[in-house]
Every structure is written in C-alpha cells, then in structure tokens.
C-alpha cells in the first residue's frame, strides 16, 4: 500500500472514530465496515497505534470483537483505556463490555 494512501485510509477511519458517542463502544470490524474497509479490521488497529499524540480522537472507544480491550492486561496502555471507559460510565463484567448495553451499532442487526 502507498504511504499517502495509508493515510487517506487512516484519516477516514480517525473520522469514523470520532463520531462513536461518549459511553459507547465500537469494535474494529464496525470501524473498519462504516470506514468502506470491510475485512480490514487489522488496518483500523494500526490507524489508532499510528494516533498523533495531541489526539483528542477517542480512541478509547474501539474495542475487540470479543468485547475487550486489546492491549495485554497489565500493560499502561490497557489500564488507561479502561479508566477512560470507566469514566464514561461504562461498566465490565469479567472484563468484558456488553455490547447490548454499550455498543453503538446493534450487533444483531449488523450493517
């Protein structure tokens, strides 16, 4: 993939992201599905790995499809994704969210 189109790709995805409400979460195949880059879920994860570090995106907000946080539990990076979801009243159960709950598209009725 060229670098500029990378990015272009990376900007629609950033765009996606921004609109996930405070409360709610998305996972990376939604992101990626509402970005028009159905299966590249994988490049959705490296679009928010590759985040500008003066971000106000809410990244925070795009979990796995398994309703965790993908980062290795005990790691920074997990412990302030969850306090950032926490913040936002979202609750976990056995470390998982409930997308019933707090997804914000309905898993039932996919795209």
Do not use: C
Request: glycine share 6%; net charge positive.
């Amino acid at each position: 993939m060229q670098p500029e189109s990378k990015n272009n790709k990376y900007k629609i995805i950033w765009q996606t992201v921004k609109q996930i409400p405070r409360g709610k979460v998305a996972t990376y195949e939604q992101v990626a599905e509402l970005s028009g880059l159905t299966g590249q879920q994988r490049l959705v994860g490296y679009a928010m790995h590759n985040l500008p570090e003066d971000t106000n995106l809410p990244w925070h907000r795009v979990i796995n499809a398994k309703g965790k946080i993908s980062f290795p539990k005990n790691s920074k990076a997990h412990k302030l994704q969850r306090l950032f979801l926490e913040k936002e009243s979202i609750i976990f159960t056995n470390e998982k969210i409930d997308f019933e709950k707090y997804g914000w598209i309905d898993q039932k009725n996919r795209l």
